[in-house]
Structure formats: structure tokens, C-alpha cells
């Protein structure tokens, strides 16, 4: 919040300013003022540079709006102003939304919150963190309908200087709030489709996950030996055993773990489908000592400033790379499901449709049904088991003690 400088007037003075032959103003603070007309009228004035250029603002009339008031709009224009917002441009937007015409921001805001029951709730978050951070401050106050391409671009370019696949994802909630404004009548065309090209495209890129046993081996023994908190141990002692996706892993809940009968059941956050995870032994002995420390609350893994949130996105990654784990080229917290992935195939030798349903993927039988959550159960807990004893083995150096199901038919 940018400084105002010394408040000078009081709501007695304003009260008994009295008129005069001629037109004069009282000066409170931070650009205000109060202006007294012979007539007796008195009003608020505001004056403040932008952009090298000084902008004057009437707030309305004084004692309709008090002291009070007119100094919480000045300071809300200030911070307007401190933020690289243009005060004039924001309040003609503010107008003309009144009329109904639409801000990008606002038009923005509506199309994220029409659309929010449809997402996870992560990528509901991250899609209007990115439009808060990199959109709004530049474009967010013009009109939609206004916009023009080289304007958009220009956002774009200042988000690929840091980061080219982050700039992308911008572009495309760009584009869709743009379709959904043509679509309300708040715009009559989308100014992203003339952009195809204009970024560099993102070099694809596999997350770091060792396939071979051998490179395996020591990444496990340093997982279990890990020293930190108890709760994020148990998730890096876990997420190779059950493969899920890191955010479903870091979200789970304990209304959907049943330890008795080794299984947990969840929702898969982009599909809104249920998913049912066999639970090995290894894994119902992790939840077990966990459920002492977490079981009375929502989540397994809560975060370490509020318990009624999970942890953190990085925690996993962090952790590894703290204990020395390159989680660029060598392991990441996703890079387990690639791990199991490879290994159950060409080591251990299990079916690759069990694995896909295992991995929650969109595996359908030779009709083009999709199966349920409960298809090859038996198959998928002995699947199951039979990868968490092979990740003790690897733990333990004996990689060499097991016999493929592959060689062994």
C-alpha cells in the first residue's frame, strides 16, 4: 500500500468550512482535497500522477460521502496507480460494465467462475493465480471488446521471458475467455487465434523417472532413510508403492482409506471418476503410523501450517532434493507412475491393461467400453503386492532373487 502522507483535515473541519467570494480547496492528504464553492457546496477532489501525467477525480459530495470514505477510495486509486493500473481506464471500465460491456478481468472472472464446478480444484486455483499474476495487472481494466492482438502478445512475451510453457497455458485461458466474451456478446471476435505461431513451441519433455532396477535401488534406500518431518516421510516412503499422481497423493483423504480391507478409493480429480487403489501390505503398514499422527483430520498428509489443507504441491520434490535426488534428471514425484509403468511391463511382466487401469488411465475393453473401478480386482491387489515386494527387494539388493511372472510362464 503506497504512502498517503499526513492526513490534515478532521471531520469538524470539514463540517464548519465555510464559503467564500471565490472557489477554494482544503487540502487533506496523499492528493486529496476538499473543494468549497461559494454556493456551499463542497466536494471531493483527488489528484494523482500516472504515467508522468497528473489525473484529477471527483469521488461525489460532501456529507453524502464522509472524510472516512473519500480517503478509502483515494488510497484504493493509489493502489491502483502502485500497481501499474491506469485509475482513469479502471474506472471507465467500471462504467461501462455498469452499462453492460465487461473488462477482460471481469469477463475473465465470470467465465473462471461459470466454469470452476468443472475443474479440480487445482486447476481451478492455478488457472486464476496465472491471470492474477500475469494478465490482469496489463489488460485487465480495458474492455474486452477492445483488445487487440499485439496487446495480448505483449503479455504473452513478458511471461515467456521467464517461462515458454507457463506463457502457453496463458495463452490458452486467454483464448478461452475471449470465446466465451464473443459468446456473451461482451466481444465480437477473439484476438488469440491471430496469434498461432507467434510463441515458440515447448520442447516436449519426459519427467525424471529410472527405469533400470539397479538406478532404482539406491533412490528407494534414500526415500526410506529419509530424516524430516514424519508426515512427509511417509508420503516419500508411499507414492512409489502406489504410483497415483502426486496431487492425488498429497489430497488424499482418510474418509477414502479403508485399512481393514486394504483399499483406498478417491476421485480422479480431472475425470471426477472414482479410482480404487489396492493397498499392499507395505503400504496399510505406512497409513497405520500415520493414522496416529493425522487420523483424526481430513487429510493424510496435511500441511505443516494448517491442518485443514494438504501439503503443498513442491513438498515431495523438495524433500528429494534436499537428500541429494536431482529431480530434474534423475526422480519426481510423477516420475514414480513412469517407474511402475515400465518396470510391471518388461521386468515383472503383468498385463499392460491391468497396469493402465492401475495408473487411473482410460483403458477400454474390445467392445469400447470403459471399465469400472473394480475390474480385475484379484489381478490388480496380487499386481499390487507383487510391486511392493519387488520395491523391498531393490531396497535390499536382491533384484536378483525375484522371478519375472513373464519367465516364470
Request: hydrophobic share 40%; net charge positive.
Amino acid at each position: 500500500m503506497p504512502k498517503t502522507g499526513t492526513n490534515l483535515l478532521t471531520e469538524l473541519a470539514v463540517k464548519n468550512a465555510k464559503p467564500k467570494d471565490k472557489t477554494y480547496m482544503l487540502r487533506d492528504g496523499g492528493g486529496l482535497w476538499l473543494v468549497v464553492e461559494p454556493t456551499g457546496r463542497k466536494w471531493w477532489k483527488l489528484r494523482i500522477v500516472f504515467a508522468k501525467k497528473e489525473n484529477s477525480f471527483s469521488f461525489g459530495e460532501y456529507p453524502a460521502l464522509s472524510l472516512a470514505e473519500s480517503r478509502e477510495k483515494r488510497d484504493a486509486i493509489r493502489k491502483q496507480a502502485a500497481a501499474g493500473i491506469d485509475p482513469g481506464a479502471a474506472r471507465k471500465v467500471a462504467k461501462a460494465t455498469q452499462s453492460g460491456e465487461g473488462s477482460f478481468e471481469a469477463v475473465a472472472r465470470e467465465w473462471h467462475t461459470r466454469f470452476k464446478p468443472k475443474w479440480s480444484e487445482v486447476h481451478a486455483t492455478a488457472i486464476i493465480n496465472r491471470l492474477e499474476r500475469d494478465v490482469f495487472p496489463y489488460i485487465g481494466v480495458r474492455l474486452i471488446g477492445e483488445i487487440t492482438p499485439p496487446e495480448v502478445l505483449a503479455v504473452l512475451r513478458r511471461i515467456e521471458a521467464r517461462t515458454l510453457e507457463t506463457a502457453h497455458r496463458v495463452k490458452i485461458a486467454c483464448g478461452q475467455v475471449f470465446r466465451y466474451a464473443v459468446a456473451t456478446g461482451h466481444a465480437t471476435s477473439d484476438p488469440v487465434s491471430a496469434l498461432r505461431g507467434a510463441l515458440p513451441p515447448v520442447q516436449g519433455k519426459h519427467m525424471a523417472a529410472p527405469t533400470d532396477p539397479k538406478a532404482v535401488a539406491p533412490l528407494l534406500r534414500m526415500l526410506n532413510a529419509y530424516q524430516g518431518s514424519f508426515v512427509v516421510a511417509c508420503a516419500l516412503r508411499l507414492a512409489p508403492l502406489v504410483f497415483v499422481r502426486p496431487g492425488e497423493l498429497r489430497q488424499a483423504e482418510w474418509a477414502g482409506v479403508d485399512l481393514d480391507n486394504a483399499e483406498w478409493r478417491y476421485l480422479v480429480p480431472k475425470t471426477k471418476t472414482e479410482h480404487l487403489v489396492p493397498l499392499s501390505r507395505q503400504s496399510v503398514a505406512i497409513l497405520r503410523e500415520l493414522h496416529q499422527l493425522t487420523g483424526n483430520g481430513r487429510y493424510l498428509f496435511p500441511s505443516s501450517r494448517s491442518a485443514s489443507r494438504p501439503m503443498s504441491n513442491n513438498t515431495v520434490n523438495a524433500a528429494m532434493r534436499r537428500m541429494g535426488i536431482d529431480t530434474q534428471n534423475e526422480l519426481t514425484g510423477h516420475g514414480f507412475r513412469a517407474m511402475a509403468r515400465t518396470i510391471l511391463d518388461e521386468v515383472l511382466g503383468f498385463r499392460p491393461d491391468f497396469i493402465e487401469h492401475q495408473l487411473a488411465h482410460a483403458v477400454r475393453d474390445p467392445l469400447g467400453r470403459a471399465y469400472n473401478r473394480t475390474a480385475h480386482l484379484p489381478e490388480r491387489k496380487k499386481m499390487m503386492q507383487g510391486w511392493a515386494d519387488y520395491l523391498d527387494m531393490l531396497a535390499k539388493g536382491e533384484e536378483n532373487k525375484i522371478v519375472p511372472i513373464r519367465a516364470a510362464r
